[in-house]
């Protein structure tokens, strides 16, 4: 596969194994998702499960649309129908491919059909799920679509995809943190390349709410929605895209030309998700920001611009897309300034938005969410 095909996919790496063998795969897989890796493992998927073709949809999983695949190698793997299956499918995607795509992992030393004994596997017989997590977050980070975390330059040579380990999971303090100080690096050197980013920021509606009427176990079942809808809506639109405050979500797109109907998607998928089968008279939408960057625009500049089109929908109403203002109305600097100095005034003919927060500097998304 080539880059552009690796970055499309859905998942960094997806787990097959035995029903008996899964107490240790579930560490594994939720110590993978702690690390901000993008796993298929099927209890993280069983809505998606429901209802669909199986022998069809795990084909697609395990040979399409992940970036490697983890067999978790035993006598009851042997036995099994499905494991099977899982391994076929991806047996004929090793096959069809230049590049390394199955990674076997051992309990025991049961022969299995089209794994040759000369190939290089990881004994777990010793090995904790924490441990081999960290082998696996190790091993997918020598590729395409996430180098290793040693490599953390977003100015070193390379696309931006290539260069950096997206953190598109769920942290808000990793995501906020990315998009505060390493997007504009990115985005800036991606401008020298000719690409037209857009930023999009998408709030949850009337979060607190919900936690106050159905449990705070219902709003965090919420957010996990709402980020798997931008995260699956963003595959082969978005390189970045995570959250970053309580009940926020950023990506952003490379052509800006595509980013209102990419915004009018999530917006639908949103609203029509069966916010029922979580909880009886749960409704949910979301309120969406963006901003194209413009060619002579400090970064910072165009990420608040997003985020004050997002708080312009938010007092509009709830479910509204709204693009941000021409400017901010902010200054910013590259360094943070050591203390508070007035805004300078305005020019004249030029539109300000009139609810910039007073007397700050330095671009904060805490600044916009607190």
């Given at each position: 596969?080539?880059?552009?095909?690796?970055?499309?996919?859905?998942?960094?790496?997806?787990?097959?194994?035995?029903?008996?063998?899964?107490?240790?795969?579930?560490?594994?897989?939720?110590?993978?998702?702690?690390?901000?890796?993008?796993?298929?493992?099927?209890?993280?998927?069983?809505?998606?499960?429901?209802?669909?073709?199986?022998?069809?949809?795990?084909?697609?999983?395990?040979?399409?649309?992940?970036?490697?695949?983890?067999?978790?190698?035993?006598?009851?793997?042997?036995?099994?129908?499905?494991?099977?299956?899982?391994?076929?499918?991806?047996?004929?995607?090793?096959?069809?491919?230049?590049?390394?795509?199955?990674?076997?992992?051992r309990f025991?030393?049961?022969?299995?059909?089209?794994?040759?004994?000369?190939?290089?596997?990881?004994?777990?017989?010793?090995?904790?799920?924490?441990?081999f997590a960290?082998?696996?977050?190790?091993?997918?980070?020598?590729?395409?679509?996430?180098?290793s975390t040693?490599?953390?330059?977003?100015?070193?040579?390379?696309?931006?995809?290539?260069?950096?380990?997206?953190?598109?999971?769920?942290?808000?303090?990793?995501?906020?943190?990315?998009?505060?100080?390493?997007?504009?690096?990115?985005?800036?050197?991606?401008?020298?390349?000719?690409?037209?980013?857009?930023?999009?920021?998408?709030?949850?509606?009337?979060?607190?709410?919900?936690?106050?009427?159905?449990?705070?176990?219902?709003?965090?079942?919420?957010?996990?929605?709402?980020?798997?809808?931008?995260?699956?809506?963003?595959?082969?639109?978005?390189?970045?895209?995570?959250?970053?405050?309580?009940?926020?979500?950023?990506?952003?797109?490379?052509?800006?030309?595509?980013?209102?109907?990419?915004?009018?998607?999530?917006?639908?998928?949103?609203?029509?998700?069966?916010?029922?089968?979580?909880?009886?008279?749960?409704?949910?939408?979301?309120?969406?920001?963006?901003?194209?960057?413009?060619?002579?625009?400090?970064?910072?500049?165009?990420?608040?611009?997003?985020?004050?089109?997002?708080?312009?929908?938010?007092?509009?109403?709830?479910?509204?897309?709204?693009?941000?203002?021409?400017?901010?109305?902010?200054?910013?600097?590259?360094?943070?300034?050591?203390?508070?100095?007035?805004?300078?005034?305005?020019?004249?003919?030029?539109?300000?938005?009139?609810?910039?927060?007073?007397?700050?500097?330095?671009?904060?998304?805490?600044?916009?969410?607190?």
């Amino acid at each position: 596969m080539d880059p552009d095909e690796l970055q499309s996919l859905e998942y960094d790496v997806a787990l097959s194994f035995a029903g008996e063998d899964r107490d240790y795969v579930s560490k594994v897989a939720a110590a993978l998702r702690s690390l901000n890796v993008e796993v298929y493992y099927d209890e993280f998927d069983s809505l998606n499960l429901w209802g669909k073709d199986l022998y069809v949809y795990l084909d697609e999983i395990y040979r399409k649309k992940a970036r490697y695949c983890v067999l978790f190698l035993s006598a009851h793997y042997a036995a099994k129908a499905w494991t099977n299956h899982e391994r076929r499918s991806a047996q004929a995607r090793a096959f069809s491919s230049n590049q390394e795509y199955i990674l076997p992992a051992r309990f025991d030393s049961t022969e299995i059909p089209g794994i040759l004994p000369t190939v290089g596997y990881i004994d777990l017989a010793d090995l904790s799920p924490e441990a081999f997590a960290e082998i696996i977050l190790r091993k997918i980070g020598k590729g395409a679509k996430g180098p290793s975390t040693q490599g953390n330059d977003p100015d070193a040579e390379g696309p931006p995809a290539l260069t950096i380990r997206v953190p598109v999971g769920k942290n808000k303090d990793y995501g906020t943190q990315f998009v505060e100080e390493q997007l504009p690096r990115i985005v800036k050197r991606a401008l020298s390349e000719g690409s037209a980013p857009a930023v999009v920021f998408i709030d949850i509606d009337d979060l607190t709410l919900i936690n106050k009427t159905f449990g705070r176990n219902v709003g965090d079942a919420v957010i996990d929605a709402v980020y798997e809808i931008v995260r699956r809506r963003s595959l082969g639109k978005a390189k970045y895209k995570g959250r970053c405050g309580e009940d926020t979500f950023y990506s952003v797109l490379f052509d800006a030309d595509r980013v209102l109907k990419y915004c009018e998607r999530i917006r639908t998928d949103v609203n029509t998700y069966p916010w029922n089968a979580v909880t009886p008279k749960l409704h949910v939408s979301c309120t969406i920001g963006y901003a194209a960057l413009k060619s002579d625009e400090e970064p910072h500049e165009w990420l608040a611009r997003a985020i004050l089109g997002m708080l312009d929908g938010k007092r509009q109403g709830r479910a509204t897309i709204r693009s941000g203002p021409r400017f901010s109305g902010m200054r910013f600097q590259r360094k943070p300034a050591l203390e508070s100095r007035p805004p300078s005034k305005p020019r004249k003919g030029i539109l300000y938005h009139p609810e910039v927060p007073p007397q700050h500097a330095r671009f904060s998304l805490r600044l916009f969410f607190s």
